[in-house]
């Protein structure tokens, strides 16, 4: 028989939070093995208790949940830490990623896809509300549009404009490469039409601002 995945729980609503508690206790493939209602309590009790998944609320009375899981994620490397929040903003979203969590869930989503996402966060997946999913997303998307100039570089052309933002002129540039001035000169040419701008300072700061 398998070993069932253990559970802990922050989270400062005590309806909630029991709520959480119980419909674990009815997947006989989950058990929990902590409640918290404090960032203090979690962070003096989670780590002995090596639970696999977090349920992690972000406003606790104390400490964000965002804090929790940036300081517990490196000191518990084998425990994934699933956000359970009632905030869609992007700024706690991102935030919570940043910091280390494998999952975003808002409050809300139906008790049965909880215990899907605990399962598949387990497993390795990195469950998301289907809204956040799209935030996520679409930041990438966004991103991606703005750094299209600087994807067409060949690797040289990136190295060369790395150096020109440095100071060095072309002279200086083509000795550390050991290529003649012009081969410098032509590669700066192809840099300024890729990145649709006419010299080098226009150039740098384009690289600056990405």
Known sequence: MNTPISVAIVEDDEFYNKSLKKIIGFD???V??????SGREALKNLKELHPDIVLMDIKLPDKTGVELVEQLSQEMED????????????KHIFDALKAGA????????SMDRIIASIKECHAGGAPMTFSIASKVLQFFREEK????YLEELTKTENEVLEMLSTGMLYKE???KKNV????I???????????????KTEAINKLRNH
């Open 28 to 30: 006989p493939g989950l």
């Open 32 to 37: 929990c093995v902590g409640q918290f209602f």
């Open 79 to 90: 425990t994934k830490f699933i956000m359970c929040t009632s905030f869609e903003d992007d």
């Open 102 to 109: 494998s999952g975003y869930l808002v409050k809300g989503e």
């Open 145 to 148: 549009k703005e750094k299209p």
């Open 173 to 175: 540039i083509a000795d």
């Open 180 to 183: 003649g001035i012009d081969t």
């Open 185 to 199: 000169k032509k590669q700066a040419g192809s840099i300024y039409r890729k990145l649709h701008v006419c010299n």
